[in-house]
């Protein structure tokens, strides 16, 4: 049994008053929308006519009995019912736990509410969420809040792009700068002159480093309950309670407002003890309760600010002379050390005696270590206990994002079984903070709390930081345990706790082996122990949230100019890359040289390639041909190849960011066969898809003409 605390946290209902059935519908449907403000319309997916969807209200011990109608003619979809435990069936995850509900076709969801709090829903399909398919949820405590307030506002976070959210990931997976060129944070040589950081931009190039960003998709929009700015009702003098739930696809927000500090009565739905922040990191997937008072007079701003310094949300309370609130600084992604002091100085503020505290930084992390539950939430000494330690690993190269270096493709399940302690350790080994949500549960954050550790479903982990939580395994069934920044999930951060038998017993620790027990069907992955007796293990796993495990992509690089034309068709996965090549000049005479091939890619620094060769060049012939692809220090790429005519080609090619938008580059190789072969030149990108080039070959000259992405 848990402690008392969280016994009557999850089962707690009022005596004496009967169980209520509350009844929604929502209706799902394909339509074009904007939030306004001269954004053009774009097809999305709207819930009930609009983005984001209704807000469900309950009442704690309320039964939901919720019909979801697809009213799109061509697409599946789900509903997944964030934060709230629940049976599995109703979970809503598509192929893992609940069957995806088919164009035309509706599927009721029926479960009781045991426990109350700021929750949201969305869809679990493809990229939906992205697209529109959100909305809020609030369970009043059965005996009422706590801390009162005189207003109660949901105030849904949330991204928007005019883009295609399919085009989002495909740019994502073959490496544009566009994103950053965009939002104005792409590093660039004068770009490191201005900010006094050459020093740091060579030694990054210096240690085959790529240029890091914070975020990684440019945003059209931040969205407040669907709109760039919004205004809700609060007097002078009175206190407003803000739900704020962060349904952003990529973006953490940063909280602050002109009224002064906001009190933090709620996380991730559970009570917690009051503290005053300045200003609240909040992770995709995290919901916060917070109070504010209103001024005496004015219109004060509480701003929601993607993380990246992009844009912002704002949310207005009151009337008369607007008082904006402060600005969060932006990100120095020159010196990225600046992440990592921040999240050393508060895991550092774990060891600190209870009441300690640190000055506020400008850009903190969220305040973990400060949040107590209002009652005990330890777990009985008696129960079993197993600690997991996922490293939380990624490659933003090739857009691969894992747990301990595999990707669900490659290694998807967790067994677990009931009754057991879990303790989780987070270990983030890259560059970019990572939103770690487990369905099904509510984990206990270990940050130096003892016995008043809170209830969260949700946690950033940091650049280069740990987080530990543990939970207990009291939920039979198969529950998603993923980052809920969606295009990480989408590309492999993402892993299924399945319970196992009875007779199943753990492995030793520091020996987890997943991918066993575990029963799937068309529609969902379910244990063992549920199937009946004569039923088999299957090898495959489910498709976790209805999306391909390792999907390909397809894309075309290349240029016309006046005297040659050069590119490359691709056609890749995670590790592979087939492709075909061409070079073409015609400065005195029409020749060219193509290849078809594939590359297998093992890490940013190393690949293999094998392909075939044609050209009509003087003296050569069509050959075979097998190499390694290295990249050393300086980002500097080198190739060395072997063909099937017994010579040998090196190369050597660079190229330097000047401006955000003027790029240069050079190439050499020479092979034994046809010697010496240069090319210099420089880029000027006008958009997502085209470049100015200028460019000298020293087989075809000099010339200029259009370069071009697809």
């Known amino acids: 049994m848990k402690t008392i605390f969280l016994f009557l946290f999850l089962f707690l209902s009022t005596l004496g008053l009967h169980a209520r059935v509350i009844e929604y519908d929502l209706e799902i449907r394909r339509e074009n929308w904007t939030p306004g403000d001269g954004l053009k319309a774009v097809p999305a997916i709207t819930v009930n006519g609009g983005i984001p969807g209704p807000t469900l209200r309950f009442r704690e011990g309320d039964t939901a009995r919720i019909r979801v109608h697809n009213r799109m003619t061509k697409e599946e979809t789900s509903v997944h019912w964030h934060g709230i435990v629940l049976p599995v069936a109703q979970d809503g995850v598509p192929h893992v736990t609940t069957p995806p509900i088919q164009p035309g076709g509706t599927h ?134 803000l739900r704020f739930i962060n349904a952003g696809a990529s973006t953490y927000f940063y909280l602050n407002s002109a009224t002064g500090p906001l009190r933090i009565v709620a996380a991730d739905g559970p009570p917690v003890r009051p503290i005053s922040v300045k200003r609240l990191l909040v992770g995709m997937a995290e919901t916060y309760d917070v109070i504010v008072n209103v001024p005496a007079s004015g219109e004060w701003e509480v701003r929601a600010t993607a993380q990246d310094g992009s844009g912002h949300a704002s949310i207005f309370l009151g009337d008369g002379d607007r008082h904006a609130a402060p600005d969060i600084p932006r990100p120095d992604n020159y010196r990225m050390d600046h992440h990592l002091m921040a999240a050393m100085d508060e895991m550092d503020m774990d060891d600190m005696p209870a009441g300690h505290q640190m000055e506020e930084a400008e850009r903190p992390l969220p305040p973990y270590s400060r949040l107590r539950s209002p009652g005990p939430t330890a777990f009985p000494a008696s129960l079993p206990r197993r600690t997991i330690e996922l490293r939380l690993t990624g490659d933003m190269e090739r857009y691969i994002w894992s747990f301990n270096g595999k990707t669900y493709a490659q290694d998807g399940v967790i067994p677990i079984k009931k009754g057991e302690v879990i303790r989780m350790e987070f270990i983030n080994d890259t560059m970019m903070h990572h939103p770690i949500h487990l369905h099904g549960h509510f984990f206990r954050v270990l940050a130096g709390q003892g016995k008043d550790a809170p209830l969260k479903h949700t946690i950033d982990v940091p650049p280069m930081g740990k987080r530990t939580v543990e939970f207990h395994a009291d939920n039979p069934g198969d529950w998603l345990l993923h980052c809920h920044l969606l295009y990480h999930m989408h590309a492999g951060m993402t892993r299924i706790f399945a319970y ?97 091939g594939w590359k297998r890619y093992f890490d940013p620094n190393l690949s293999s390639v094998l392909g075939w060769r044609f050209t009509n060049h003087d003296g050569e012939a069509d050959r075979a041909f097998a190499g390694v692809e290295y990249r050393l220090p300086y980002l500097i790429d080198s190739t060395l190849q072997i063909d099937s005519e017994g010579d040998a080609r090196v190369g050597l090619g660079k190229s330097l960011q000047i401006t955000d938008r003027l790029n240069v580059f050079a190439e050499v190789q020479y092979d034994t066969g046809s010697e010496w072969e240069w090319t210099t030149g420089a880029t000027w990108t006008l958009n997502k898809q085209l470049s100015l080039i200028s460019q000298y070959h020293s087989e075809y000259g000099f010339g200029g003409g259009l370069q071009f992405r697809f």
């Open 108 to 241: 009721t969801f029926e479960f009781k509410l045991p426990h109350s709090g700021t929750y949201w829903y969305h869809s679990h399909t493809h990229l939906q969420e992205q697209e529109g398919v959100y909305g809020s949820i609030v369970v009043d405590p059965a005996a009422g809040e706590p801390v009162k307030a005189d207003h109660d506002h949901v105030v849904v976070l949330s991204d928007w792009t005019t883009e295609s959210p399919d085009e989002v990931m495909r740019s994502l997976r073959r490496g544009t700068e566009w994103y950053e060129l965009k939002k104005g944070s792409i590093q660039s040589l004068t770009g490191a002159a201005k900010a006094g950081a050459l020093g740091e931009f060579f030694d990054r190039e210096r240690s085959r480093m790529p240029a890091m960003d914070i975020s990684d998709v440019a945003y059209d929009a931040f969205l407040a309950n669907g709109k760039r700015a919004i205004h809700l009702p609060g007097k002078p003098g009175e206190t407003v309670r």
């Open 500 to 596: 196992q038998d009875k007779n199943w017993n753990p492995p030793p620790q520091g020996k987890l082996k997943t991918g066993t027990n575990v029963i799937c069907t068309d529609e969902c992955c379910v244990p063992a122990e549920s199937q009946p007796a004569t039923g088999g293990t299957a090898d495959h796993q489910p498709h976790a949230g209805g999306h391909d495990h390792d999907p390909l992509f397809m894309f075309v690089d290349g240029s016309i100019q006046s005297h040659m034309s050069e590119g490359q068709f691709t056609v890749m996965n995670s590790y592979n890359d087939f492709f075909a090549a061409w070079e073409m000049g015609w400065r005195d005479e029409f020749s060219y040289e193509a290849e078809i």
